[in-house]
């Protein structure tokens, strides 16, 4: 049984990386085959279609990002202003380190395939839109508590999350286009300052 679970693992950290650092259509399944030295029965076992395969690494890489850098910025323990302080320290050492390693910035997973695949497939589209929809809820909730205790004027959180969200996607995005991490940094101490006022009408 182990066996079997470690095989679709190893499936799923080939392409993780493929995905993360190439793109989801320039990676076929006999490259990831190869790579996870197994033969394509065995990935069809699994997985039915590289569809199949791309909503398990969503999945799994949604789930570390949520127990790893995710659990420790938005930790309760943190000041709630402090968290997205977090959020952008992460971002930068993870791309950073992901260049210093491989030459060039990966960006965020969710965010490549969004831009790749969402206009092409509803329900990668909607598997993706969940992954964003939960981290949105992060900075709500964060939000919310700043606001709670004082520490920041109240705003409409739901739309401001959702504008900060937006805003460290795009600030991802434009240091894999100057391959460039320090663009995270140069624009980071924006992502907090954010604030779209209730709307009265």
């Not at 993780?16 to 990935?43: L, N, P, T, W």
């Not at 508590?145 to 600030?171: H, K, S």
């Not at 991490?181 to 992502?191: D, N, Q």
């Amino acid at each position: 049984m182990n066996n079997i679970n470690d095989t679709r693992e190893r499936i799923i950290e080939v392409a993780k990386s493929r995905f993360h650092h190439r793109s989801y259509a320039d990676v076929g399944i006999k490259e990831i085959c190869d790579m996870a030295s197994i033969q394509k029965g065995s990935f069809y076992h699994f997985f039915p279609s590289k569809r199949d395969l791309v909503l398990a690494v969503i999945d799994e890489f949604a789930l570390d990002w949520a127990n790893g850098f995710v659990a420790e910025a938005f930790d309760p323990a943190l000041p709630p202003m402090e968290r997205i302080d977090y959020v952008i320290d992460a971002a930068y050492y993870w791309q950073k380190s992901n260049k210093d390693l491989n030459g060039h910035i990966p960006g965020c997973l969710f965010g490549n395939l969004a831009l790749e695949i969402s206009t092409q497939d509803d329900v990668l589209r909607a598997k993706l839109n969940a992954v964003f929809t939960s981290a949105k809820e992060r900075f709500k909730d964060t939000l919310d508590e700043a606001v709670e205790q004082g520490m920041i004027e109240p705003v409409d959180t739901e739309v401001t999350a959702e504008a900060m969200l937006a805003y460290l996607e795009g600030m991802i995005l434009l240091a894999k286009a100057e391959n460039d991490p320090e663009v995270i940094y140069r624009l980071g101490s924006a992502l907090k300052n954010i604030r779209i006022e209730n709307n009265t009408h």
